[in-house]
């Protein structure tokens, strides 16, 4: 297994691999410009109070949905637009997903970390693309991989002499409908040097366990989060909703709004714990 030099990377104030824990934080679609904004400023606002260094996440296109019908999001014209005013007025690191090469360029005029969905990490023309714009690159591990073959896709991101990359851990296929998170992952994939984060809402869904939708747990999505920072993680991934059971997309999974206070605080005060 290649190792290297344990790396920071910094995404405006907020640093993964540095001495605080990072939160990536924000619905899983955008629903609506109000919607998002509204949460954006909520979260900003949380997460200064409480000391947390915050990026906000939110897609504009979801383009794996599991059913034909289902919501997607406002699309990359208008979504990237909703998302450059969230970072402008609310002054915080933005990321989002892209699923086409052509997205990568597009979605980097705006956006601070242009993020790689699970599904789509083997995808070598996406990954060149998105190292090329120079700007951070967030990889979800696939379900579908061991922590050990995340090697090849930094290879590919290396290749465009981006170094600015982090992996994120959201659950490996287990069966039917279901995944697990292993935390073993987080361990393996830090000694490839770079920053590690820990998705806990995708961690406890239930791909396609919905019929045409996909389910989950997300009542245990604390407890799992929790257990990453223990084990050691450079960052974690929320989805949030300020009602979760009207999300458009992923409402089983995320945690609301008014709960994240409570998360937060046990997430940082296990981290100090652990840094001591």
């Known amino acids: 297994m290649k190792s290297v030099k344990r790396r920071q990377v910094r995404v405006g104030r907020v640093v993964f691999g540095g001495p605080r824990l990072a ?128 090697i090849n896709v930094i290879n590919k991101l290396e290749s465009t002499g981006n170094y600015k990359l982090t992996l994120t851990e959201r659950g490996a296929s287990f069966g039917y ?19 590690v984060i820990f998705d806990a809402t995708h961690s406890v869904q239930r791909p396609g366990g919905a019929g045409t939708s996909s389910g989950g747990d997300g009542k245990w999505a604390p407890a799992l989060a929790r257990a990453a920072v223990a084990t ?5 991934f929320i989805e949030t909703h300020l009602n979760p059971p009207e999300a458009l997309s992923d409402k089983a999974n995320a945690i609301a709004f008014a709960e994240l206070a409570r998360v937060w605080r046990q997430l940082k005060e296990i981290h100090e714990a652990i840094r001591r």
């Open 23 to 150: 939160v990536i934080a924000g619905p899983c679609v955008i629903e609506s410009r109000k919607g998002c904004l509204d949460l954006a400023k909520r979260l900003v606002e949380l997460a200064a109070k409480m000391d947390v260094p915050l990026v906000f996440k939110a897609s504009f296109d979801k383009a794996n949905r599991t059913a034909v019908d289902s919501y997607r999001g406002p699309g990359i014209v208008e979504g990237l637009a909703i998302l450059q005013e969230v970072r402008e007025t609310c002054k915080v690191p933005v990321l989002t997903d892209i699923h086409e090469p052509e997205q990568a360029a597009v979605a980097a005029e705006v956006v601070d970390i242009v993020q790689i969905p699970a599904f789509l990490c083997r995808q070598t023309d996406l990954l060149l693309a998105a190292g090329e714009t120079g700007k951070v690159v967030n990889v979800k591990k696939g379900q579908f991989l061991a922590p050990e073959d995340m």
């Open 177 to 195: 409908n279901n995944l697990v998170a292993d935390m073993r992952s987080l361990l393996i994939m830090r000694e490839f040097g770079y920053p």
């Open 232 to 236: 050691g993680v450079d960052g974690v």
